[in-house]
């Protein structure tokens, strides 16, 4: 008789997916809204985009478990952070934050894929993405999660980011007006929405701009 093993995991994927666009004044932050696991969807209306800071907006795919515990940490962080500083982070120091919080748990890591979007010190756009040991790099535009291998290509054809090999150093942001860049993560995820099953039911896309923040909605396709 052969021992059968429980093929338990702590992980699972609730698939997803999360884009970035950063501009000259702006940043566009998008995430669709389908939460699943296997073939069952567990709620069409899970909001990926979390607010970090007034300049520093957080999407998150993978484990959506995982997502709330690394929220819940970064948000206590923030807070220590503005009794000692009597100030918000910026989209940097939170970016530096975040490396540094996936990093500490890379031994068990957060099974999260993450986008950080928002404002420098200077208003300018930057997106910073993320793997789930807190590797990161700066851009000008990011894709996470299960239809990022469908989105990240033609956001390359489109954008074109400069390499960062070039010397002098390019600046990273999108040339894209801000009206562009929305319509631009509308047809990617409308794109990408019919060849995922994980990604679909309703787009969410917040653009953070020097006055504030605005979130539009989108409905993507239900099946």
Not at 48 to 75: E, N, P, R, T, W
Not at 109 to 126: H, I, M, R, S, W
Request: hydrophobic share 35%.
């Amino acid at each position: 008789m052969t021992k059968q093993h429980a093929n338990w995991s702590p992980y699972d994927n609730n698939g997803g997916t999360c884009v970035a666009i950063a501009g000259s004044d702006y940043c566009v932050i998008a995430a669709d809204t389908r939460m699943s696991t296997g073939y069952s969807i567990l709620t069409r209306d899970y909001s990926k985009i979390h607010k970090l800071a007034d300049k520093a907006v957080l999407s998150s795919s993978g484990f959506q478990a995982d997502v709330k515990a690394l929220q819940k940490v970064l948000k206590s962080r923030h807070l220590v952070y503005q009794h000692q500083h009597n100030k918000q982070m910026s989209c940097p120091a939170m970016a530096q934050l975040l490396s540094n919080t996936l990093y500490f748990k890379r031994f068990f890591p957060y099974y999260a894929f993450n986008v950080l979007g928002g404002l420098d010190e200077q208003g300018k756009g930057c997106v910073f993405t993320y793997d789930a040991v807190g590797s990161y790099e700066k851009v000008g535009y990011s894709a996470q999660g299960s239809g990022s291998t469908l989105i990240m290509p033609f956001l390359d054809n489109q954008l074109k980011s400069p390499s960062p090999l070039l010397l002098p150093a390019q600046d990273a942001i999108t040339p894209l007006s801000e009206p562009e860049a929305v319509d631009l993560v509308k047809t990617v995820f409308a794109s990408a929405t019919e060849r995922d099953i994980y990604t679909g039911d309703k787009l969410e896309i917040m653009i953070l701009k020097a006055d504030g923040i605005r979130t539009e909605v989108m409905d993507l396709r239900k099946d």
